[in-house]
């Protein structure tokens, strides 16, 4: 049963900033386990039954490389610092590969944590698609009042990445900023406070997910063209 993160969890992360050795999380291993990816293991499984009111199909899978995120960096590109000092958790829907899927995210760490709906990345396949999706002149206006409207509720949406419009697609259609992404989400971010330590987070997250849900819902039918 989930009943809130840790706060010893949190400890934890704040430790391993100051100390991100690989010997000193070994020597932590069962702390990490019982504050934190146990305690992980429990949020997934009650966020993805409350997620099913919104849409079936989904996977929340609560074991690491599925829903819950690998503690360690890749060590080709950080020897110095191998592990995480923020953890992250996913639930997709689709069969594609969970991170070039739509999903529902979080992600905490000793600094605060950050919620979010959609695709945060994507690699030039999908890329193709997103912007293949987006000739569609009704599909790309939708996606704008999306973002506008959840701009209006306080949501963040990703920075342009690219400064050259694709050759099809005219940079003058007032909607163009959108061929630029290079990813398809919007997010809040949050301090540490009381409630993220009880079980009310779930509810409180799952109603952030619930103004986020048309545009996770645009995401993953976009995955699906």
Known sequence: ????????????????????????????????????LNINRAYVEEMGEYLQILTPNLSAEPKVNYS???IYRDSRFHLDRPIKERIGIIIWQGSGHRMQSSSFYIHY?????????????????LLKVYRDYLQ?????????????????????????????????????DSNSYLYL???????KEFTLDDRFFTKEIVEYNFKIYEELFELQQFAYEMTLS
């Open 1 to 36: 049963m989930f009943n809130g993160f840790s706060r010893d969890g949190i400890k934890l992360l704040d430790e391993i900033a100051c100390n991100n050795t690989k010997e000193y999380f070994l020597s932590q291993k069962q702390r990490y386990d019982i504050e934190i």
């Open 68 to 70: 819950l995120f690998k």
């Open 109 to 125: 760490s000793a600094h605060g944590y950050f919620i979010s709906a959609g695709i945060r990345w994507f690699k030039p396949p």
């Open 136 to 172: 569609d002149d009704i599909k790309r206006d939708r996606l704008n009042l999306i973002y506008k409207n959840l701009q209006s509720k306080g949501y963040k949406i990703p920075a342009a990445k690219y400064k050259r419009f694709p050759r099809d697609c005219s940079k003058d």
């Open 181 to 187: 992404l290079d990813s398809l989400y919007a997010y």
